[in-house]
C-alpha cells in the first residue's frame, strides 16, 4: 500500500524543477554539509511569488526541534530576482501541517529512514521526493469512524505492523474507488476499502473491502476475510475480503 502524496500539507506549496537555486545540492538522509549547515528543503519563488523550483539544499540549521512550530524562513534573493525559503527547523526535520498547525516533522523514506511508536512515513511530494513521521489517528477500519467523510485505511507503521488513518477520499481520475478496480495510494479506494496487491495474481492492485474475521458474513460468498496484524492493541481485530 501507498500513502497518497499531498503538496497542500506543506507550509508552501511543492512545483517541479525550474531553475536551480545557487546552493549546494545534498541528500537529507546523508551528512554531507558543512558544519552548523543542515540538508534542507529550499523552495525558489520568482518574482510573482510562484513556486518555480524545489530540492534538498544545505543551508543554515534552524533551531526549532522536532514537533516545535516552525515558520517558513528566506535565504536570501537567487541570481534571477527570486528569493530562496526554507525554514526554521533543525536537522533532519521539515516544516508541514499535517492538522491545523505547523510543525517541524522528521523526514523518512519510508524504508532505511523510518519512523518509530505510532507513526507511519507520510509522503508529501513524489518530485522532489518528500515524506515526513506522522503520527497514526488509530481510527476503527470496520466502524468508519472519522469525522469529516474521511475514510479509516490501513498505513504500514515505521516498526511493523499496520497503523490506521483517517484520510479523504480521492478517486483518481476516471477512477470510482470500488472494490475490485485498479488503485495506487490507498485513498484512491472509497472509504471501507483499501488498496492492496491483487489477490488474483495481477500485476498491480486493487481495492479491497476491510472485514470483520469473526463474521462470515463480512464477505461475499466467493470471497474470504483475511486477517490483518495491526500495531496497536486498541484496534479492532480486522482483514480484507479476498
Not at 526554521?88 to 532505511?112: K, W
Request: proline share 7%.
Amino acid at each position: 500500500m501507498r500513502v497518497s502524496h499531498c503538496a497542500a500539507v506543506v507550509f508552501v506549496a511543492i512545483a517541479g524543477c525550474g531553475s536551480t537555486p545557487s546552493l549546494d545540492s545534498c541528500d537529507p538522509f546523508e551528512d554531507g554539509c558543512q558544519s552548523g549547515d543542515r540538508c534542507a528543503m529550499v523552495f525558489e519563488f520568482d518574482a510573482g511569488d510562484s513556486v518555480i523550483d524545489a530540492g534538498f539544499f544545505c543551508v543554515q540549521s534552524g533551531g526549532v526541534p522536532e514537533n516545535g512550530l516552525c515558520r517558513g524562513l528566506s535565504t536570501g534573493d537567487d541570481d534571477a530576482g527570486g528569493e530562496l525559503v526554507t525554514d526554521d527547523c533543525g536537522p533532519g526535520l521539515f516544516c508541514a501541517t499535517l492538522d491545523s498547525e505547523r510543525r517541524c516533522r522528521a523526514l523518512c523514506d519510508g524504508e532505511v529512514f523510518g519512523c518509530g511508536g505510532l507513526e507511519f512515513c507520510r509522503g508529501l511530494s513524489a518530485d522532489p521526493f518528500l515524506a515526513v513521521c506522522s503520527e497514526a489517528s488509530t481510527c476503527d477500519p470496520i466502524e468508519q469512524n472519522c469525522l469529516g467523510g474521511d475514510g479509516c485505511y490501513a498505513v504500514a507503521g515505521g516498526e511493523g505492523g499496520l497503523l490506521t488513518h483517517c484520510f479523504e477520499f480521492n478517486p483518481p481520475p476516471g477512477g470510482s474507488g470500488q472494490p475490485g478496480t485498479p488503485c495506487e495510494f490507498i485513498a484512491d479506494c472509497e472509504p471501507g476499502t483499501d488498496c492492496f496487491p491483487d489477490p488474483r495474481g495481477g500485476s498491480g492492485s486493487v481495492c479491497l473491502s476491510f472485514c470483520d474475521p469473526s463474521d462470515p458474513s463480512s464477505c461475499s460468498e466467493d470471497e474470504r476475510c483475511t486477517p490483518l496484524d495491526a500495531a496497536f492493541e486498541s484496534a479492532s481485530v480486522f482483514g480484507v475480503c479476498e
